[in-house]
C-alpha cells in the first residue's frame, strides 16, 4: 500500500479560517468540474460520481485535529501570521479515490474562505509521478484540474510543495530518532 501525500496551502484571513473551522462538513454537489476530475481518473471498479461525502464531524476543525493526533498520518499544520497562510499536509494520507472524496470536498469549502491558494494529493513519500488530485484556488473557487502526473503542474508550484513537505518530513523523523 503506498499512500499519497495530501498538501493544502491557502491565503487566507486567521479569522476567515476560524470561521471555516468552526463550519460543519457539507457534502458538495458533483458538477461538471467534478465529473471532468473523476473521468480523468483510472481505478480499478470505476463507479459513476453520484455524491461527495463530507466528513461525519461537528466541525472543520476536529477534521484537522483527527489528522493531526493520529499519528499514522504524519500530519502538520502552520499559520504564517505576516503572510495569512495556511498550510496542512499529511504524509501519509491515502491511496483510495473513494477515501479523498470528503477531503476534496473540505478543500472546496475552504475555497469560499481563501483568496487564494492550492492543493495537491500526490506518491510524494515513494517518489512516483502519479497524482490523485490537483486543486486550485482563486477568488473563494476551487477548480479541480485532470492531472494525472505531477509533470502537469507548474514546476514552481510543484517545487515548492516538495521543497515544503521535505523540510517537515526531515525535522519529524530526525526529531523521532533523537
Not at 471555516?20 to 468540474?33: G, Q, R
Not at 461527495?52 to 493526533?69: C, F, G, M, N, T
Not at 498520518?73 to 494520507?93: G, S, V
Request: charged share 25%; aromatic share 14%; proline share 4%.
Amino acid at each position: 500500500m503506498e499512500l499519497n501525500t495530501l498538501y493544502i496551502r491557502v491565503q487566507i484571513t486567521k479569522k476567515n479560517l476560524a470561521t471555516f473551522f468552526l463550519a460543519k462538513p457539507s457534502p458538495e454537489e458533483p458538477d461538471e468540474n467534478w465529473r471532468e476530475w473523476w473521468h480523468s481518473r483510472e481505478m480499478y471498479s470505476k463507479t459513476a460520481l453520484e455524491t461527495i461525502p463530507a466528513y461525519a464531524k461537528q466541525s472543520y476543525r476536529d477534521v484537522v485535529d483527527e489528522l493531526l493526533h493520529d499519528r499514522f498520518f504524519a500530519a502538520a499544520e502552520h499559520y504564517d501570521e505576516d503572510k495569512q497562510c495556511w498550510t496542512f499536509m499529511a504524509l501519509n494520507f491515502s491511496e483510495n479515490y473513494h477515501e479523498i472524496l470528503p477531503m476534496l470536498a473540505f478543500i472546496k469549502q475552504l475555497a469560499k474562505f481563501s483568496e487564494e491558494g492550492h492543493a495537491l494529493i500526490y506518491n510524494w513519500m515513494w517518489g512516483g509521478e502519479s497524482v490523485m488530485a490537483f486543486v486550485q484556488i482563486q477568488y473563494g473557487q476551487a477548480l479541480l484540474h485532470p492531472f494525472t502526473k505531477s509533470a502537469q503542474i507548474a514546476p514552481d508550484i510543484l517545487a515548492d510543495i516538495d521543497n515544503y513537505l521535505q523540510v517537515v518530513a526531515d525535522n519529524r523523523y530526525s526529531k523521532q530518532s533523537d
